[in-house]
């Protein structure tokens, strides 16, 4: 019974990174670079408009941050759980 719990709490702590990870996902591919292009193309980021910026090349640096955020956070997650390899 104790092992259920730690797996849900797991499992809960996994989806919980997840969630968050997908969220700053969405902002940045779908929200910076299109719904709020307009907007953010009032701001000049090295000559060019910043909704263009984050369309182009921005939110691969971004989702490039997001790749190295989710291994270090799951690391985290793993160790607190103990499910870590050695």
């Not at 702590?13 to 902002?27: D, G, N, R």
């Not at 000049?44 to 921005?58: C, E, R």
């Not at 989702?63 to 989710?70: E, K, N, T, W």
Request: aromatic share 20%; glycine share 8%; net charge positive.
């Amino acid at each position: 019974m104790k092992e259920d719990k730690s797996s849900q709490a797991y499992w809960k702590a996994t989806l919980s990174l997840l969630f968050k990870i997908l969220i700053v996902w969405f902002l940045v591919s779908f929200g910076a670079g299109i719904l709020f292009a307009d907007m953010l193309n009032n701001i000049k980021l090295g000559g060019y408009p910043l909704g263009f910026w984050f369309a182009q090349q921005g939110s691969i640096y971004v989702f490039i941050v997001l790749i190295f955020y989710y291994a270090k956070k799951m690391g985290d997650i793993d160790r607190r759980f103990n499910v870590h390899e050695e």
